[in-house]
């Protein structure tokens, strides 16, 4: 028996959603770390969220840094629990898109729901842990000397 599912599209948001969060892959999530450690915050004011290849970085939008090719995410008031890319809406009600989610992937804490092709990527950002500039650095590091 297969999981009911919602065919789910996505269009242009305007206006666009206030950055919350910050969220790459591969060869960009390392060019964000590594300007994000380059940048002059607080330890603790960025908290990260992280794998052997993704990465998210959650704070205010002044805190996180630009990198081509990552998805900036904001929070969208009906789903306060998930972030959502600042530029795109899904073509069903947010909160109903949320429920769905995490019926479906059993997730309680918050987390970040983003097209990725014809599907979507659900990262849980429950374990976000605040960050310092030096911790990322080491982060950036660490996936250097990997390659």
Known sequence: MSAPSIPVGWGPREPPL????????GDCATELASRA?????RDGAVAVVASE??????????DLPWADGAVYLGRDPAAAGMLLPTILVPSVPVDLLERAVRKRFAVTGPIAVIPRGPTVEVLPLGEARGVGVAD????VAKRQAAT
């Open 53 to 62: 290849d993704a990465l998210v970085l959650i704070g205010s939008g002044e």
């Open 37 to 41: 450690a380059a940048r002059q915050f």
């Open 136 to 139: 990322l650095a080491r982060w």
């Open 18 to 25: 206030g950055i919350a969060a910050v969220a790459a892959w």
